[in-house]
């Protein structure tokens, strides 16, 4: 585990996040890792002084709603949230939209028996959290920031393995993120838009929380740029 006052980490394999966000009622616990992480989770959770309260999801892809049923099954009472978009991916649902990019879904989307107790769409609250739409890893991928400390919880948007890189670029010292991205032209926007947002740390969904990241992803954008 390695903690702030804000947030605390824990990985699988050193490079598989989920974070912990404290709340007056209990822990926020965004992404769920991979199959067979349910128990280290609410280890961490218990460690903190938990109870998890809300399950919040970056996007649908194996490695960040892996271990999802098994942890809602033990917090019969946590709310569950997603984006309504990669909502549909864990129904199965692989269709695209109309007017979305025609380029292929990539990645694992093993999809899952828990449904949301609600879906997200830009601009809506998950406890402190704003949700921030970031498309473009997946159709439906979100960030969300903690006004309170301006870390952006970034998903697979940017890893910081090997140091801090786009989803959008292939990074040889992670090349996974890329692998399964979706559009990473559209990917390279929300990047963008995270950068723009003025965070003071980055907690990404591979790799370590990186403090006063700006420099850092913006050199990461402008090489994905390229
Ligand atoms: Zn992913």
Do not use: C
């Not at 585990?1 to 804000?6: C, E, G, K, N, V």
């Not at 980490?9 to 616990?29: K, M, P, Q, Y």
């Not at 984006?83 to 990645?107: H, I, N, Q, V, Y």
């Not at 996974?176 to 907690?203: G, K, N, Q, V, Y």
């Amino acid at each position: 585990m390695s903690a702030t006052a804000a947030s605390t980490r824990i990985s699988r394999f050193g490079f598989v996040n989920a974070h912990f966000v404290r709340e007056d009622d209990g822990l926020t616990v965004i992404d769920t890792m991979l199959p067979g992480s349910a128990k280290a989770i609410l280890q961490a959770a218990e460690r903190l002084g938990g109870p998890i309260v809300r399950i919040a999801l970056t996007h649908a892809h194996m490695d960040h709603i892996g271990s999802l049923d098994a942890l809602a099954a033990a917090l019969p009472d946590a709310e569950v949230v997603i984006s309504a978009r990669d909502a549909r991916f864990l129904e199965k649902d692989m269709t695209l939209d109309p007017g979305e990019s025609r380029e292929k879904l990539r990645g694992g989307y093993p999809g899952a028996r828990t449904r949301p107790t609600r879906t997200l769409v830009e601009g809506d609250r998950v406890g402190s959290l704003e949700v921030i739409a970031t498309p473009g890893h997946t159709p439906g991928h979100v960030a969300f920031l903690d006004p309170r400390d301006r870390t952006i919880y970034a998903g697979d948007v940017f890893t910081t393995v090997g140091g801090v890189a786009t989803s959008a670029r292939l990074n040889p010292r992670f090349p996974f993120s890329r692998m399964a991205t979706w559009s990473p032209a559209i990917d390279l926007d929300s990047a963008r838009r995270l950068l723009a947002l003025e965070p003071a740390r980055l907690a990404p969904g591979h790799g370590k929380v990186v403090e006063q990241p700006a420099a850092e992803m913006e050199r990461a954008i402008a090489k994905a740029a390229r």
